[in-house]
């Protein structure tokens, strides 16, 4: 069984709805017993960084999903839950985040030239890194296939654990991984059947 974390925010109903289609059973719970119980966890999140780790870490939910990644139990995290699992954010002010994953969370103008849209809108391109195998995340898609981004901030100062990157004028974060626990920038319950297909690889590993 897979647990998406309900702490507040995210689209954790069309998240459920894409693991039905794919077969998997899922809980959207804020439940410790429920979260310990299962088999992998989802963290997902939309909105400010500051206001869903305070969320987080009210409900003590920040210190369960932390213990376990730390038994080795597989973790996602999607858009902003993806931000959540690195060291902190500079999104308005500075905010502590997970620590799973070494980095920080900057904004995209800080990287992209002037005359880009922000946020980051729309469909882009997965590249993998040159010269590293190919994150089993991704086992079942290929290099340039397409998922859909909307974001203003990106994963930052983290290279040793990005698998995967989306050229926006320059190249942003778009998946981290460390051991057990995966981040995607992008949201796969919006990016059609390469989304699915990714999602399968995670109910896989």
């Not at 966890?41 to 500051?50: C, D, I, N, S, Y």
């Not at 296939?145 to 983290?158: G, L």
């Not at 050229?167 to 949201?187: C, I, R």
């Amino acid at each position: 069984m897979i647990a998406i974390i309900d702490y507040g925010v995210g689209n954790l109903f069309s998240l459920k709805s894409s693991f039905a289609a794919l077969g998997a059973e899922t809980a959207v719970t804020g439940d410790p017993a429920v979260i310990r119980a299962a088999d992998r966890l989802v963290l997902p999140g939309v909105g400010a960084f500051g206001d869903a780790a305070a969320l987080l870490r009210r409900s003590g939910l920040d210190r369960l999903v932390v213990e376990e990644a730390a038994e080795g139990k597989p973790l996602l995290g999607i858009c902003l839950g993806m931000q959540l699992l690195l060291d902190y954010s500079l999104e308005y002010g500075r905010h502590g985040g997970l620590g799973l994953i070494p980095g920080c969370v900057r904004p995209i103008r800080d990287y992209i030239p002037a005359g880009y849209k922000i946020p980051h809108i729309g469909w882009n391109a997965l590249r993998f890194p040159a010269g590293r195998p190919v994150s089993p995340l991704f086992r079942y898609i290929q290099e340039g296939e397409c998922v859909y981004f909307v974001h203003s901030f990106c994963a930052a100062e983290c290279a040793d654990s990005v698998i995967a990157a989306a050229e926006y004028g320059a190249a942003l974060t778009a998946a981290v991984a460390k051991d057990n626990v995966y981040g995607v920038q992008f949201h796969p319950e919006k990016s059609g059947n390469v989304g699915l297909n990714i999602l399968r690889a995670f109910c896989e590993l």
